[in-house]
């Protein structure tokens, strides 16, 4: 292993202090994040749109502020990965979407403003699928992401791209969101940590539909230290966002202490109503079986949470129809099988389907409550299915049954989303495939602090055991691999054979 490769497999947390101590600089670690993405981008696909030159002239300038003793914030000097849905001032922002090729923005979302003004240096985009629909990080702009541990499968999705890049140590800060699972999916599916916070907790100025409680953004990291001081960098009330509130976002900074042996847990396989294969459930049942001792009680949970999947389809319909009318009257040609699936379900229902939708959000939620009666967290698979080959759009069949659309897979995660509770997925080990696993610890209402404190003793509790231990994929066979993931695309590249774009951004 190179001095390189030993320093961006620090954490963030570790990187930043050795920033702070003046024993790293800025301008060192960029050019080992760039050595890296240089070196594996190809084999996975992360990474899209980059910004070196931009980059390169923040870490100086960040080096020069170390230097000169100012004032250094929580992310200072930490190179940046951020989602390609989230709008980047300067850098190209495809959105996964043909429609979209070309498109510089000239502002930031509000999440992006936070994590430039905490010192994170902008430094690439990482992949989606189109528009952000599926949990297959693939798109017809920049292909498909592989999963580190075996690029011919998927990496998950939405935040794919980002998942990817933090499971192979490309970048330190890697920002994600989360409607269905996009956040936490990817997370286990490349064996990284992904926690969507409560609606309102972090900004996102991109939704529509700003009253509605869906889609949040929030962040990514290879431990729950990472994530939270992602966390504490972005939290907090603003304008461009109804459902934030006033809060102190250096709560997060550090996750609090948390005795395991204190805690009532519940569990669940499958909330009562999702699909999820045996292997899956088996190994899940032997996680139980290893954690239960941990704990003050672990027992399972059975739940009754009404029609959930067409409330959750009704509701996710509204967010696609909200933000695709003028595209689909446009062309419907131009959106890619899922976004205009999505679409076209959402206008086929009535004003009379979304009322329904939103009094029967309410019931779950009302219904989800009662086992924070009786538990302090919720345990669950985050996925019912071992990652599959990513030129497979979805998971068509679970455990022998057919599935009715291409997010119905989604269930384990969705089902969270509905009851609006903070929920992480935290790497515990590998399946029966020898893919990541990752364990769903869903917290109280409002909980975030308490959710990403059990999360961060649980995590401590796996580090000895290699059975649950966050796994690592071995990144010397990526340097080898071929997996032809940019083979979907489609449309004539926006980028040359040299990796100039029309826009002047240069492109993995």
């Keep these: 292993m190179s001095g390189n490769d030993e320093l961006v497999g620090l954490s963030a947390v570790a990187l930043r202090r050795m920033i702070g101590a003046r024993e790293i ?10 050595e890296r993405i240089e070196a594996l981008n190809p084999a996975v ?11 390169r002239k923040a870490a100086r300038e960040a080096e020069k502020q170390v230097l000169d003793g100012a004032p250094l914030g929580l992310l200072h000097g930490l190179p940046l990965g951020v989602k390609d849905l989230e709008d980047t001032a300067g850098l190209l922002t495809t959105y996964g979407s043909s429609m979209s090729r070309g498109n510089v923005p000239t502002r930031d979302v509000v999440l992006v403003e936070r994590l430039r003004a905490a010192g994170a240096i902008l430094t690439a985009k990482t992949n989606v699928p189109e528009l952000g629909a599926g949990a297959n990080t693939r798109n017809p702009v920049w292909g498909a992401t592989g999963n580190p541990f075996n690029p011919e499968l998927n990496a998950g999705g939405s935040s794919g791209g980002s998942a990817a890049a933090l499971a ?15 956040l936490r999916i990817p997370a286990s599916k490349c064996g ?24 949040v953004v929030g962040p990514m990291g290879r431990s729950v230290a990472e994530a939270c001081l ?26 609090a202490a948390v005795d395991p042996s204190t805690l009532r847990v519940g569990w669940t396989e499958d909330f009562n109503c ?18 239960a001792p941990m704990f003050h009680t672990c027992e399972e949970v059975s739940f009754d949470l009404g029609d959930v999947h067409r409330c959750f389809d009704v509701i996710r319909a509204e967010s696609f129809v909200a933000g695709l009318r003028e595209a689909y009257a446009r062309d419907p040609s131009q959106l890619g099988p899922n976004t205009r699936a999505n679409y076209e379900l959402g206008a086929r229902m009535s004003l009379a389907d979304s009322a329904w939708a939103q009094v029967e959000q309410t019931r779950i939620f009302k219904k989800f ?17 071992s990652p599959f080959p990513w030129q497979q759009l979805y998971a068509a069949q679970i455990d022998g049954r057919g599935q009715e659309n291409y997010y119905r897979w989604l269930a384990l995660t969705y089902v969270v989303t509905l009851t609006t509770h903070p929920a992480i997925s935290l790497p515990c080990g590998v399946d029966r495939a020898g893919m990541p696993f990752g364990l769903q610890i869903i917290g109280p209402f409002q909980g975030d602090r308490p959710t990403l404190a059990v999360a961060h003793a649980l995590e401590q509790a796996f ?27 489609t449309a004539p590249p926006l980028f040359n054979q040299t990796g100039d774009s029309q826009s002047g951004i240069s492109a993995v």
């Excluded at 600089?25 to 760039?34: D, F, G, Q, R, T």
């Excluded at 990284?192 to 889609?215: A, D, E, K, Q």
Aim: charged share 20%.
């Design 168 to 182: 192979c140590d490309m970048l330190p800060v890697c920002t994600g969101s989360d409607t269905g699972g996009s």
């Design 274 to 291: 999702c699909d999820v294969d045996q292997d899956i459930r088996q190994v899940f049942r032997e996680r139980m079986a290893a954690l």
């Design 369 to 385: 409550q009662r086992a924070f009666e009786h538990y302090d967290v919720i345990l669950s698979p985050t996925t019912p299915v």
């Design 45 to 55: 696909n992360a990474v899209t749109a980059t910004a070196y030159p931009e980059a």
């Design 192 to 215: 990284v940590v992904g926690f969507r916070p409560s609606p309102g907790l972090v900004p996102n100025s991109r939704r529509l539909l700003g009253w509605t409680p869906i889609s």
């Design 230 to 255: 992602q966390l504490a960098a972005t939290a907090g009330v603003s304008a461009g966002d109804p459902l934030t509130w006033p809060l102190d976002p250096l709560s997060f900074a550090l996750p």
């Design 25 to 34: 600089s800025p301008v060192e670690l960029l050019e080992a994040c760039i």
């Design 463 to 489: 580090e000895p055991s290699p059975m649950l231990r966050r796994p690592r994929p071995d990144v010397s066979k990526l340097a080898h691999a071929n997996p032809s993931l940019t083979s979907i695309v």
